[in-house]
């Protein structure tokens, strides 16, 4: 950007003698230009400068709203300010918001205006990530055992088996796929409550407490991403229809205790780091992008895209609150 801002400077500087091209209304001819100049390699060097702020100034008109991955970050602000701890965050289907508290089991749906309304209470719970799947039932990672609970705050599920759950996500089918961070790994639970060994994420002997932690599907479900948190790694797994791991890559490293993450319409995918209290963006290019939130968020946790508003929901534990970044991309609006 800085070089478009150097074309327009220098375009304005040599202004009266780009206006040649006009004699006739008061600017100069090329020999009028010419005579201006003692020396001619002076006279060339001005020639050169304007063509190259016209060129740069061309570019910059051209492009400014076309930049390759282009992220523009928007006013951030206090959405929510009464939810306490708030972890996992989700739509449901008809587009409604709800976050979950950490510590206190409750569930609460955000209106637009960001005012948060007891929905369902939960006992005995210490909740961390939730998703909710097609049939608007939630399902919620809670240390041992999965729980599902339909929308009117009824139990209809539970899957055990789990040392430390973490998060979960809900495939095409509503299939369900859970990270552990004690065993750093990935399961996938069938409709028979099996759960089964979908991969490890790098070494499953870790002495950490805290390695799998953050998954998401990308919209058209070929890629499911995953943060350990230990390692400071962004991994994409590829899998089939049915669900078999077909590649793992890791996409992004050096992240600083990455939490919890989602993934927007370009697979763009956004982290929320508790290391040094960032949110980063990285595209398909691997490439990360800090998102500056000009220290307001502290310890962020929960994160969730509303992909039709461009807007993300940032939930803060230390803070007690949910926070609100308009975000601006490349592509088009889904319905």
Not at 154 to 174: C, E, L, P, W
Not at 290 to 301: H, M, R
Not at 324 to 330: E, F, H
């Amino acid at each position: 950007m800085q070089y478009y801002r150097a074309g327009i400077i220098l375009f304005f500087f040599y202004y009266n003698d780009i206006i040649l091209l006009k004699p006739k209304s008061g600017g100069y001819s090329l020999k009028m230009l010419r005579g201006k100049f003692s020396n001619k390699s002076l006279y060339n060097i001005a020639i050169a400068t304007c063509v190259l702020g016209i060129v740069l100034l061309t570019l910059y008109l051209v492009n400014i709203n076309s930049f390759e991955n282009r992220s523009e970050i928007g006013k951030i602000e206090l959405f929510v300010k009464t939810i306490n701890s708030p972890q996992g965050m989700a739509f449901d289907q008809s587009g409604r918001l709800f976050a979950q508290s950490e510590w206190d089991g409750k569930i609460s749906i955000i209106s637009n205006d960001g005012k948060a309304t007891d929905y369902s209470y939960i006992e005995d719970y210490y909740g961390y990530g939730m998703d909710i799947d097609y049939s608007d039932n939630f399902i919620l990672a809670s240390k041992q055992q999965i729980t599902v609970y339909n929308n009117s705050g009824k139990v209809i599920r539970v899957i055990k088996g789990f040392t430390h759950a973490y998060d979960v996500a809900v495939g095409s089918d509503n299939t369900l796929f859970v990270s552990d961070s004690a065993t750093n790994s990935i399961y996938q639970i069938t409709p028979k409550n099996e759960v089964i060994l979908l991969t490890v994420l790098g070494d499953k002997k870790s002495n950490s407490t805290h390695n799998a932690a953050g998954i998401c599907f990308d919209d058209d479900f070929k890629n499911l991403y995953a943060v350990n948190m230990y390692s400071g790694e962004l991994f994409q797994i590829s899998i089939s229809q049915a669900y078999k791991v077909e590649e793992i890559k890791i996409i992004a490293s050096n992240l600083k205790r990455p939490n919890f993450i989602d993934v927007d319409e370009d697979n763009n995918v956004f982290i929320t780091c508790l290391g040094d209290n960032t949110i980063v963006r990285v595209n398909q290019n691997s490439i990360k992008e800090p998102i500056d939130t000009k220290g307001k968020i502290s310890n962020p946790s929960g994160i969730v895209i509303n992909n039709n508003e461009k807007v993300l929901y940032i939930g803060s534990k230390d803070n007690n609150s949910i926070y609100k970044i308009n975000i601006v991309t490349n592509s088009k609006t889904k319905k």
